[in-house]
């Protein structure tokens, strides 16, 4: 039904789709899943919970004292991300689209959609304890490294994220002269600045939160592939995968009596905060 290059295409087009909404998440979940086709309703991520370290004293901090465990939280695959376009034979002689790549592309942008609000929806009042006043001004936003130092969280290992609208009243603080890069108009990303490893847009924060810094580690954010139950049922499959390890599943099929053809993707996907650290900003 498609060639190879059809369907190449269509799965760098999907990516495409994918990394608009996702690039703010990458600072904070490394690799989204290192196997991204393997079975199981939940994938366990390593935490680390480290004390902080000191001088070596035999029998009470040397090598085999005073180690802390590596833990193992399961996030669980509770979310299932699936959407569907479908065109009559007619729709598709008297239109000029690439169904394949256009229509890839623009799922993948609603799954990714999806994905990322569920990840920011987890940092509301009930499962974060920790929160700040949310900065105007310039002072105010370089005054963030306090809050940080106030509850022992390290800034250059924090995403800032904030929603539109203060991002859009960070931006007002700056000029293209300090931020030097185009991330922040086509990502809304800007990597380094004061302190952080990043700050971030995000339009999918909870209500009644404005922004938080989020420690890396500190949120489990995993994927993996909805593959077909029966193999070589559908005319055409593949998948999209980020650079991050994000991936979702491609399947096409036609209705002989509608006359219809229908292409659809889908993620199994899930996040948890893993550990406390997240400051809500209100």
């Given at each position: ?17 994918l ?23 939940g ?15 035999e ?43 256009d229509g ?10 999806a ?26 936003f ?54 952080f ?86």
């Amino acid at each position: 039904m498609f060639s190879d290059l059809q369907l190449k295409i269509a799965s760098e087009t999907a990516v495409l789709g994918l990394q608009k909404h996702l690039a703010s998440l990458k600072f904070f979940a490394h690799d989204f899943s290192p196997a991204t086709d393997r079975p199981f309703a939940g994938v366990q991520v390593p935490v680390y919970a480290l004390s902080a370290a000191a001088d070596f004293e035999e029998g009470v901090n040397d090598w085999g004292h005073a180690a802390n465990e590596v833990d193992g939280v399961v996030v669980t695959l509770d979310k299932h991300f699936i959407k569907t376009l479908t065109l009559n034979d007619v729709q598709l002689g008297e239109t000029d689209i690439n169904f394949l790549r256009d229509g890839s592309r623009a799922i993948a942008d609603v799954i990714a959609h999806a994905a990322n609000k569920a990840v920011y929806q987890t940092i509301n009042s009930t499962n974060v304890e920790l929160t700040a006043t949310m900065p105007a001004t310039k002072a105010a936003f370089a005054g963030l490294m306090k809050v940080c130092d106030d509850n022992n969280v390290n800034p250059y290992e924090c995403v800032l994220a904030l929603d539109p609208e203060d991002f859009g009243a960070l931006l007002a603080t700056l000029d293209y002269a300090i931020i030097g890069t185009s991330e922040a108009v086509k990502y809304g990303v800007i990597e380094n600045l004061y302190g952080f490893r990043a700050v971030v847009m995000t339009s999918y924060l909870p209500a009644g939160t404005k922004g938080a810094i989020i420690p890396y580690n500190t949120v489990g954010i995993v994927s993996r592939l909805n593959k077909p139950g029966v193999a070589g049922a559908y005319p055409a499959t593949w998948t999209a995968t980020t650079d991050d390890g994000f991936s979702i599943g491609f399947r096409v099929f036609e209705s002989l009596e509608k006359g219809r053809v229908y292409m659809g993707a889908d993620c199994l996907f899930g996040s948890k905060l893993l550990q406390p650290g997240v400051i809500r900003l209100v």
